[in-house]
Nanobody
Framework: QLQASGGGLVQAGGSLTLSCAAS????????TGWFRQAPGKEREFVAA???????KYTDSVKGRFTISRDNAKNTVNLRMNSLEPEDTAVYYC??????????????????WGQGTQVTVSS
């Protein structure tokens, strides 16, 4: 099971760190992705972290967001800096045992956590 946490309300320019925790398995054996869904919009890819350390980001968050894995805590974290109102969304994490590939596609992933709300005020 996956548990996403760390969302909240923050002013534009602020920072938040989201965590995706897994129970029943080590995230070192998975590719983990973060997606988000803004009100009235489709869910979109944000970032992915492969078990071998590969990383991929959507263009709109490059240079602002950092995805990383904490092996000790068995979490994959998304550090979000310089947040913008456009980043407001429900953020979801997902995992797959596939090593790497179409990481920006939702159907690449097998398991999803519940979302965590991120609200950025202007």
């Amino acid at each position: 099971q996956l548990q996403a946490s760390g969302g909240g309300l923050v002013q534009a320019g602020g920072s938040l760190t989201l965590s995706c925790a897994a129970s029943g398995g080590s995230l070192r054996s998975y590719t983990t992705g973060w997606f988000r869904q803004a009100p009235g919009k489709e869910r979109e890819f944000v970032a992915a972290f492969g078990w071998s350390g590969n990383r991929k980001y959507t263009d709109s968050v490059k240079g602002r967001f950092t995805i990383s894995r904490d092996n000790a805590k068995n979490t994959v974290n998304l550090r979000m800096n310089s947040l913008e109102p456009e980043d407001t969304a429900v953020y979801y994490c997902a995992v797959t045992t596939t090593v790497w590939g179409r990481v920006s596609e939702e159907n690449f992933y097998r398991s999803w956590g519940q979302g965590t709300q991120v609200t950025v005020s202007s």
